[in-house]
């Protein structure tokens, strides 16, 4: 059946990583706040409390939110005088996406091969 397939597709290592980051990016999308903040991060640099002013949070909230989605790599910052801007990281979303879509067009070509 399909785990046998499956098994087969995942076997590379390298691929396992890639697989294992895509799903961690999942995971964030499917966090309300951080989609949110991505959300407001692709129309503009915002610094912390504009932010948590926008989506009515805590600047501890946002603060921790930050350091996540910035280790995973999603979201930028830069230092002006005494504010952190942050900003979306668009080629590394662009990238997740891109190996998202490949993943299924991948599955999708070997559902046609059988």
Same mark, same amino acid.
């Given at each position: @059946?399909? @785990?046998?397939?499956? $098994?087969? /597709?995942?076997?590379? #290592? ?6 294992? &980051?895509? /799903? $961690? ?5 499917? $966090? ?18 504009? /932010? ?5 949070? *805590?600047? %501890? #909230?946002?603060? &921790? &939110?930050?350091?996540?989605? *910035?280790?995973? @790599? ?9 504010? #952190? ?8 979303? &662009?990238?997740?996406?891109? @190996? ?6 991948? %599955? ?7």
């Amino acid at each position: @059946g399909l @785990g046998y397939k499956v $098994d087969e /597709i995942f076997e590379n #290592t390298l691929e396992k990583a890639e697989i294992n &980051h895509i /799903i $961690d990016f999942l995971k964030l999308l499917s $966090d309300k706040s951080k989609f949110k903040i991505l959300i407001l991060l692709s129309h503009k640099k915002m610094y912390a409390n504009e /932010i948590a002013e926008q989506l009515n949070l *805590t600047n %501890a #909230t946002i603060s &921790h &939110h930050m350091r996540i989605l *910035t280790l995973q @790599g999603l979201v930028e910052s830069a230092r002006n005088q005494n504010k #952190t801007y942050y900003y979306l990281n668009s080629s590394k979303f &662009h990238s997740l996406l891109n @190996g998202l879509l490949g993943k299924f067009k991948s %599955a999708l070509i070997l559902e046609k091969e059988e």
